[in-house]
């Protein structure tokens, strides 16, 4: 079956660093997502990879191993609005969205 | 503003009730999709519909039946609902389906059966 795994939950302290893990095993490999949705509002796309290595957008950096299965979103700086949770999917090889449950972040000044 | 709308925002309804869940694009979207989002659960995709014909049917129980009238809009009809099916309910549209393109999502329909 295809699967795709990140922590539950994570606490971080605001001006740090925090790394969100995501392993996944699916049938074909057609890129990553990362998603930041906030209590109550919609899902909205952070990072798109399909190539290994590291993308970098601001504060939010997100890197993928193809040959691992794994991937991690990488928030520096950490502001009290980061509180929320990031969702990882994957693009199977029917280009079917692949989601994982969800990390929700935690940041405590 | 995030180009996709949906309403109601909330939504209780008894087990014999029947309402329906709408959503709106103005993003000018070919694809649009129904997704369930449980506590602490991945997304569900339930309903996909391209260019306003349905191309995807993940299993969903027959009380859930979408409508997809034009690109723009597409509805989630419910009839005879069980308090499992109590969730938020995603609409989303993306450029195209079956693409590496990012989805555009609403910000849910919360719906609870009692």
């Known amino acids: 079956g295809q699967n795709i795994d990140q922590p539950t939950e994570m606490t971080a302290t605001e001006g740090a660093i925090v790394q969100i893990n995501c392993t996944y095993q699916t049938s074909g490999f057609n890129g990553l997502f990362w998603y930041q949705q906030h209590a109550g509002e919609a899902p909205t796309f952070l990072s798109y990879?399909?190539l290994d290595g590291l993308e970098e957008k601001g504060r939010f950096s997100s890197f993928l191993s193809r040959s691992k299965g794994y991937s991690y979103l990488l928030l520096k700086e950490l502001q009290m609005k980061d509180s929320a949770s990031y969702l990882c999917a994957v693009l199977d090889s029917n280009y079917q969205l692949i989601w994982g449950a969800g990390t929700k972040l935690i940041i405590k000044p | 503003e995030t180009g996709v709308t949906q309403t109601p925002r909330h939504l209780v309804m008894g087990m014999t009730n029947k309402k329906s869940l709408k959503c709106e694009q103005h993003?000018?979207?070919?694809?649009m999709y129904w997704y369930k989002q449980s506590a602490k659960k991945p997304l569900e995709l339930m309903f996909v519909y391209s260019l306003e014909e349905r191309v995807e049917n993940n299993s969903v129980p027959s009380r859930f039946s979408p409508e997809c009238p034009n690109s723009s809009h597409l509805f989630l009809h419910l009839h005879t609902l069980q308090p499992e099916d109590s969730a938020l309910y995603l609409c989303?549209?993306?450029?195209?389906?079956?693409?590496?393109?990012?989805?555009?999502f609403g910000q849910g329909t919360r719906l609870t059966v009692v």
């Open positions: 993003l000018g979207h070919n694809a």
């Open positions: 990879n399909v």
């Open positions: 989303a549209s993306s450029q195209e389906w079956g693409l590496d393109t990012e989805a555009f």
